[in-house]
């Protein structure tokens, strides 16, 4: 794969390992002591900064450095609570003469890096550096246009450090660097509004200016001091990302140099957990300054971070508060349409105002919708294919589009920005608002196409070989999408996805009450039906029971008679077996307990006046299947018509009928108080003919005991015929 030059550039430096130089900047010292507290490895003039000299120092306990003042270095650093971060305390090196050392420290699970730098005097007392820090940070209050405020910001950096320059350096989204805050003397050239490539700040660089945000280099023009171990050899890198020794990038190095500078400053700005951007001091000549001075700039640093933060929520909150407005205006309409059983309908115009831009467009399969500047319905289409996968995850917005979809620069003059997201609906839809190019004047600090090295010289890839200010029109792209504007397409695309599915929740509901509603119409239709062929059965079995009743009356002959009687009780048995089934909302059931009673009840009325509260009925409140039902009401019916004929000679008496539960199925019992059946001959009749066979139907079992004190029959029936549900006595 093949690069340009500025791109080789960018790689080249990303991948040169800045953190762990393996040397530091030489107007200090570096030790490493390892778990035990043992100088293992080491770097700088320890001689003038320790007291010791490198060889004599390694292999050394950190017990026996003891400065001029009989300080001694652990106990310096036991005062402070584990891990180590950040300033110790001035160290003065035996023997006396060689100044004062500002130590800081920072240590990790395998030991701790000591630092040792000159202490320079402060510029002034205590009080009064503390004044001016304080009306530096007031002065950052002020309210100030953004540029202004950048601005003030520079002017007192530059007050507080005393270099010739301080610049405010922005991060724009694409990794270029602006610088938009200066404040300068005359030693150095002015870079007020010039750009800088992204790789002139590279992304691992960038992580370090965030992890640690105080940078410091005395001397642009120094020869590392490499790390050294035990026999003075040259060490294994080590990871020196928080600290202030540690020996700059040579493409970092060279950068300053070509701006001028011979030293520099730098503060980080952090926003939100985010690097905004840089405020990098510069001097024509090296400059060291003070730990005290150090502090200060970093609290106005601090100070300034504050102030970004603030004014950008400020304006994302009142931004947000606005589209929100919007969007809760329109949506409100969109769920009274919904609430009215109107179809959602997606307003191009509509949308196009629920965000800043120049043209809308609505994609749905098989038809789009563009208002107001945007691509050709091909190319829009073309582009929504494209998102399809990105919007899966999320929103997308680019300010630049032909930058991530070449195919995108014909219509970039219409659309060289995008906003787009998803809408979940029945035909799932994609929105997207489009912005026009805006052609862009950018001075940039050297030609950014430049490219000085070829990657294999000593110091590695270089940067342009001159900041000399560099025009260029840049074009394609647009105004970027603030953070207020994703959010809300973000919110918008869920909002009306919810309300595309409540949509869909009604259509179904609506659905299904019409489903039911035929379903209650075939229901009643049905039940009218039924109620009818009742009606009808019940008069045919009238009819016929009339007949019979008829017949039997005209009749002279006894046994005749005593047939059209049984077949009249046998007729009733069917019909009250019927009756059950048509109150029950069991169609497939009949309960034993009150069947029997009504069944008893309506052969004690045909049999007279006399037989009434005669037949005693103790049955289970089961449900039986309405087949076994009907055979069980003629088996009992035949039973209790031989007992009123043969008990008590045709007079009425009391009977007995029990049906409960048994282990092998339902117990039937019928039992009376009479003559019993002496020298009668059983099962002669066609009575008793007929519970043989009925029994044989249940696959039942009958057992008759009969004596002087009366006739008992009992009828087991096996419980595949009998599926009980209750067992509460009737």
Request: with cysteine.
């Amino acid at each position: 794969m093949g690069y340009s030059p500025e791109e080789h550039h960018h790689i080249l430096f990303d991948r040169e390992p800045i953190h762990v130089p393996a040397a530091i900047q030489p107007h200090g010292a570096l030790l490493w002591l390892d778990g035990l507290g043992v100088v293992t490895r080491l770097a700088g003039d320890t001689s003038r900064a320790v007291g010791m000299a490198p060889e004599a120092l390694l292999g050394q306990s950190i017990d026996a450095l003891i400065d001029s003042k009989g300080y001694g270095l652990a106990q310096m650093m036991e005062r402070f609570d584990s891990p180590l971060q950040g300033y110790v305390a001035r160290w003065h090196p035996e023997p006396p003469g060689n100044g004062a050392w500002d130590i800081t420290a920072h240590s990790n699970q395998e030991g701790a890096i000591i630092e040792f730098e000159p202490a320079a005097a402060p510029p002034a007392e205590a009080a009064d550096s503390m004044a001016q820090l304080a009306r530096a940070i007031a002065s950052l209050d002020l309210p100030r246009k953004p540029d202004e405020l950048f601005g003030t910001m520079a002017a007192e950096m530059r007050r507080l450090s005393g270099y010739d320059r301080v610049l405010v350096y922005r991060f724009l989204d694409d990794e270029v660097g602006e610088v938009v805050g200066e404040s300068r003397s005359g030693a150095l050239p002015p870079l007020i509004n010039h750009r800088f490539q992204g790789s002139d700040i590279s992304g691992q660089a960038r992580r370090l200016y965030l992890r640690n945000r105080f940078r410091i280099i005395p001397d642009a023009n120094y020869v590392p001091a490499p790390l050294r171990t035990r026999g003075f050899r040259e060490a294994e890198a080590l990871d020196m990302s928080d600290c202030n020794l540690r020996s700059a990038s040579p493409v970092h190095l060279q950068s300053l140099r070509d701006m001028g500078a011979a030293s520099s400053m730098s503060i980080s700005i952090v926003v939100k957990n985010e690097l905004w951007g840089l405020v990098a001091c510069h001097h024509g000549a090296p400059r060291h300054i003070s730990y005290e001075v150090r502090e200060a700039c970093r609290h106005l640093g601090r100070a300034f971070s504050c102030q970004i933060e603030a004014r950008e929520e400020t304006r994302h909150h009142r931004q947000s508060a606005g589209l929100r407005h919007l969007r809760t205006v329109w949506l409100e309409d969109l769920r009274v349409a919904l609430e009215g059983d109107r179809p959602l309908e997606l307003d191009p115009a509509r949308l196009a105002g629920m965000v800043p831009c120049d043209g809308v467009a609505l994609v749905s399969p098989g038809r789009i919708e563009l208002r107001g500047h945007t691509p050709d319905q091909t190319e829009t289409a073309a582009l929504a294919h494209w998102l399809k996968d990105r919007l899966r995850r999320d929103v997308f917005a680019t300010h630049h589009l032909s930058g991530e979809l070449a195919a995108a620069a014909s219509y970039a003059t219409e659309a060289s920005g995008v906003l787009a997201t998803s809408i979940d609906a029945p035909d799932p839809l994609v929105v997207l608002w489009f912005r026009s190019e805006e052609s862009t004047h950018v001075r940039w600090a050297g030609n950014p196409h430049e490219f000085r090295g070829n990657g294999h010289s000593p110091v590695g890839p270089t940067p342009p070989a001159s900041f000399a200010t560099w025009k260029e029109t840049v074009r394609q792209t647009a105004r970027s999408w603030s953070r207020a504007e994703v959010n809300a397409a973000r919110q918008l695309g869920r909002s009306l996805t919810a309300l595309f599915q409540q949509q869909a929740l009604r259509e179904l509901n609506h659905r299904l009450r019409d489903t039911l509603a035929e379903q209650q119409s075939l229901v009643a239709q049905k039940n009218v039906l039924m109620q009818e062929v009742h009606h009808r059965v019940q008069n045919s079995l009238q009819i016929v029971n009339s007949m019979l009743q008829l017949q039997a009356r005209q009749t002279t002959d006894r046994e005749v008679r005593g047939q059209f009687e049984g077949a009249v009780n046998r007729l009733m048995a069917v019909s009250a077996v019927h009756r059950h089934l048509w109150r029950s909302s069991d169609a497939q059931n009949v309960r034993l307990g009150p069947y029997l009673k009504e069944l008893c009840a309506d052969l004690m009325f045909s049999w007279g006046d006399g037989w009434s509260g005669r037949v005693a009925v103790e049955a289970t409140d089961a449900a039986i299947p309405s087949q076994t039902a009907v055979t069980l009401a003629l088996l009992v019916t035949e039973l209790l018509t031989n007992a009123a004929k043969y008990a008590y000679a045709g007079s009425p008496g009391p009977v007995e009928v029990r049906a409960d539960r048994a282990s092998d199925g339902l117990r039937l019992v019928v039992r009376d108080y009479g003559l019993g059946m002496q020298g009668k001959v059983q099962g002669g009749g066609l009575g008793s003919k007929l519970i043989r066979i009925f029994t044989a139907q249940l696959g039942g079992q009958a057992e008759t005991l009969t004596g002087a004190s009366g006739t008992t029959v009992t009828i087991t029936v096996p419980l595949t015929k009998c599926a009980q549900r209750h067992t509460t006595p009737a």
